[in-house]
Structure formats: C-alpha cells, structure tokens
Nanobody
C-alpha cells in the first residue's frame, strides 16, 4: 500500500492559478487527480501512467490544467491555470503501482489521498 499526501490547495479568485502536489511514499507507475464538488460524484481530472508516459486530461479542464510527474520524487503535480468557480472541489490524488489502461476510471487506482480543498471565488 502506498501512502499519498496532497498539498497546494487553497482559496483563490477566478482567473488565478494553483499547483497541487501529491507525494507518494513508494514507487508508483500511475498517478492522477480526481475531484468532488459538494453534492456531486467524484470526477476524473487528469492522470499519467508509466513507462509509456501516456496522459489523459478531462475535457472540462483541457487547456487550463497540466499534469506532470517526477518519478525520482514519486510525486505528481497538477498545475491549474485560469481557475473558474466551477473548479471548486476537493481534489484527490490517486495512484497504482502498475501501468493503467483506463486512466479516467477511479476503479483503476487502489491508493487514494485524503484530499485537498480548492475554492475559487468569483
């Protein structure tokens, strides 16, 4: 089991940027981000899998959010630009110590962080 620790959330205004980080306690091949807004289901945001380096990004954030992974640090980042009020949610890091085929499926991952709150005011 891999322990995941997220950081970087906070309260920002619309149009601002934030960078989320997720550090894993051990080696992971696949890492990603999901989010859950109040009263809504958890939804996929972005993910990356190795060794292929294949990435996936949700249409709702494409062009604004970028995912990257530092394998040496077992850390994944989510750079969020041009934030909108609808991006407000708890953001969860997910990981699996194996390549993942279905990057956007939460069932593809077996390790989850506690979540970090992102609030975007209008």
């Amino acid at each position: 089991q891999v322990h995941l620790v997220e950081s970087g959330g906070g309260l920002v205004q619309a149009g601002d940027s934030l960078r989320l980080s997720c550090a894993a306690s051990g080696r992971t091949f696949s890492m990603g981000w999901f989010r859950q807004a109040p009263g809504k289901e958890r939804e996929f945001v972005a993910a990356v899998t190795w060794p292929s380096g294949r990435m996936a990004v949700a249409d709702s954030v494409k062009g604004r959010f970028t995912i990257s992974k530092d394998n040496a640090k077992n850390t994944v980042y989510l750079q969020m630009n041009s934030l909108k009020p609808e991006d407000t949610a708890v953001y969860y890091c997910a990981a699996k110590n194996a390549p993942v085929v279905l990057l956007s499926f939460h069932s593809s991952y077996d390790n989850w962080g506690q979540g970090t709150q992102v609030t975007v005011s209008s």
